[in-house]
């Protein structure tokens, strides 16, 4: 008996012995597969963020304007002085209205687009969720201060719906209104809710899509009314998705700076706050020191979200 | 006077049709399920068996006709205004809830104290035999155990009728026989209606008292297991329950004069031996070819071809030796009493 082997493999043998070399040994492949991205997310990303944190350890010195590199404490305890403060509460109350306007717009759409659209209806609400963000974030805040503004479009509805008086009012609630649309809280709030609002809906529709209907079926099955399948079943499946959305809507707004800037009253942001001071103050140490109160927001705001078992789905 | 239906009629079906777009999912079906019963609702997948049976959970309207839970109206109302509760067919177990908390979900939400409702599904969990598994997530059991909890689940509520939907379709066989046993056994206990959709014939006849059979949306037949195996009353109940050779037409019209089709049992086909030969009158017999011969263990099964037909046989091994059996290309001629063939209302398959 003779048995012939047909080579079929034209390459080189030393590439032949470098992919079986690869396939035997798979902690080499892998080692090559990820030090590249490792090196990049590793130096770049986190590399750089390391090198911001320490240098909130620096002491500016306010008389030469110069920064030292002697450690201190000294920017985080800044961060507690009055007008500071005022500044990260101001961000993190909008922040957290953002987030909550941007959950209560987007869940009611999300949960339409996957339970009930049809696949032109998903496709056509898809492209419309996305169709915003594919222009420029700036040319869209302009837009929005020209809308607001008082010869805009939306005082022309509301003129002409002759609800005038009623905005009025609403202008002149304190911390939400102020002259106009454009320089009140209320139109900042409008803007971010606009810009942000993608970000909530995506994720909530990626975590709708995984619920099986047979789990919402189910439930109604064993006598659960509409409301306590949405409270019991549907919600806490969700939650993870929703804490996805609002950790975008949430970090997003607490370190935006364009927006505060173009549209609502004066007062600044922890955006413009940082802007300000690695720019034309050039305080970089506490600059550094505000870039750090985001983080910590985002980290309580998880561990409480994971406390109330938000995660216990995934 | 109110006319009440059937007091003992525990679902009833009355030319009840559910159709999508075009699709007739279910097409005219009307069939009455008396209280108590096990019945099986048996068809290949898109027969309309499930539809039917998510009719009467209320997961689907019905597009015509009305369906009765106990003389009441159901078509209408929601799902969660029905005495009935679901096993479905992948459990549909609340995956961020414990086992004892997915148990008692149904009686939480309908108001009951917290202790009584943990009580009773403790209760429900040792009946399952599932005692210490209340604290377990549904992703850390088994299959056979997550079918356990599904059956604690809906059991609990205490439910009239209980529709199970291919409960053990993802069991492997050792396991699914072994449930079918559990299940029997608890239906006899509780005396509740059971409604059992399945595609597995042998399921529905072992287990069932009546099995209706569904094809293309419509019933062929509803009856009893035994009924449905011995006098079939369409060529697709005798292709479907069970193995069954339906000889069409043409070739009945030669062997029996007859132009209407029949079916025989694999099973009542003989080879040809002298001692059949005393009462001919009542033997039909036909010249064949062997093309295969397939070896099941105890039984061989042998493909005669007949005509322009496919003929199947069931030959015991215990009987015969190996040189016995036909071999591959042999000419043979098979034979059955006149008395096993059944004749068959439609010619279509």
Redesign the interface.
């Known amino acids: 008996m003779q048995s012939t082997i047909i080579n079929t493999d034209t390459s080189t043998p030393f590439r032949r012995k470098f992919s079986n070399t690869l396939y035997r040994k798979n902690n080499l492949f892998l080692f090559l597969l990820l030090t590249p991205p490792l090196l990049w997310f590793g130096v770049v990303y986190l590399g750089s963020l390391f090198a911001l944190l320490w240098q909130s350890f620096y002491t500016f010195d306010s008389f030469s304007m110069a920064v030292t590199n002697d450690l201190t404490l000294e920017n985080y305890r800044s961060l507690f002085d009055a007008t500071n403060f005022d500044i990260i509460l101001r961000t993190l109350t909008m922040a957290v209205a953002v987030t909550l306007a941007t959950a209560l717009i987007g869940f009611p759409i999300a949960y339409y687009m996957t339970r009930y659209g049809s696949r032109a209806e998903k496709g056509f609400f898809y492209i419309a969720v996305m169709l915003p963000m594919w222009a420029s974030y700036i040319v869209k805040t302009y837009a929005w201060t020209v809308i607001l503004s008082q010869q805009g479009i939306l005082y022309w509805c509301i003129n002409h719906l002759g609800l005038s008086s009623v905005l009025n009012h609403v202008l002149q609630i304190p911390a939400i209104g102020g002259n106009t649309l454009a320089t009140s809280n209320l139109g900042r709030f409008i803007v971010f809710t606009y810009i942000w609002l993608p970000f909530m809906i995506l994720p909530i529709q990626a975590a709708l899509e995984r619920v ?1 209907t ?2 919402l ?9 509409p409301a ?1 399948t949405f409270r ?2 549907l919600l ?2 969700v939650f993870p998705g929703v804490v996805a959305g609002s950790i975008f809507t949430f970090s997003l707004t607490l370190g935006d700076y364009i927006i505060p800037q173009l549209i609502g009253p004066s007062g600044l942001y922890i955006g413009t706050m940082v802007y300000t001071m690695q720019g034309s103050v050039g305080n970089m140490p506490l600059a550094a020191a505000f870039t750090v109160v985001p983080i910590t927001l985002i980290f309580i705001y998880l561990s409480l979200a994971k406390r109330t ?1 938000a995660f ?2 995934l | 006077m109110v006319a009440i239906s059937n007091a003992f009629t525990a679902v009833e079906f009355s030319t009840v049709s559910r159709h999508y777009g075009d699709v007739r999912a279910v097409d005219d079906v009307s069939i009455a399920v008396a209280e108590g019963e096990f019945f099986s609702m048996l068809g290949p997948s898109g027969s309309g068996k499930t539809t039917c049976l998510r009719l009467i ?3 689907e309207q019905p597009s015509m006709g009305s369906i009765k839970i106990f003389g009441k109206e159901a078509a209408g109302t ?3 205004e029905r005495e ?3 096993v ?1 067919q ?1 459990y ?5 809830m414990n086992v004892v908390d997915n148990v008692a ?2 009686l ?3 108001g009951i104290t917290k202790p009584e409702c943990y009580k009773l599904a403790e209760q429900a969990l040792e009946q399952v035999a599932l005692a210490e598994y209340g604290q377990r997530k549904p992703g850390e059991l088994s299959g056979g155990q997550r079918q356990r909890v599904a059956l604690a ?2 059991l609990v ?1 205490k439910p009239r009728v209980l529709l199970l939907d291919e409960p053990l379709g993802a069991l492997d066989l050792k396991l699914r026989e072994q449930m079918q046993l559990e299940l029997k056994t608890l239906h006899k206990k509780l005396g509740i209606t059971f409604i059992y959709v399945t595609h597995d014939q042998s399921e529905a006849l072992s287990m069932s008292d009546r099995v209706a059979v569904f094809s293309r949306g419509r019933i062929e037949q509803v009856d009893t297991p035994r009924n449905l195996y011995m006098n079939p009353k369409t060529s697709f109940v005798a292709d479907f329950v069970g193995t069954s050779n339906v000889i069409k037409s043409a070739l009945a019209q030669q062997l029996t004069g007859r132009n209407q089709s029949f079916s025989i049992r694999p099973e009542h086909i003989k080879l040809e031996t002298n001692e059949l030969n005393d009462k001919q009158n009542d033997i039909i017999k036909v010249a064949g070819e062997v093309v295969d011969i397939q070896y099941h263990g105890a039984t061989s099964k042998v493909e005669v071809s007949v005509g322009n037909q496919m003929l199947f046989i069931v030959l015991s091994n215990t009987e015969l030796s190996e040189a016995e059996l036909p071999k591959i290309s042999q000419k043979l001629n098979l034979c059955w009493s006149r008395n096993r063939m059944v004749m068959l209302e439609n010619q279509v398959i």
């Not at chain 1, 079926?217 to 009314?225: F, I, N, R, Y």
């Not at chain 2, 549909?92 to 961020?96: D, K």
Request: net charge positive.
């Open positions: 099986p047979n789990l079926q189910a439930s109604a099955d064993l006598g659960a009314k306590q019991r079943v806490p499946l078992g216990d789905a | 959970a209320g997961f929601p799902p969660y009935v509760n679901t479905f992948d549909a177990l609340f995956p961020h979900y149904g939480r939400v309908k689940r809906a509520n």
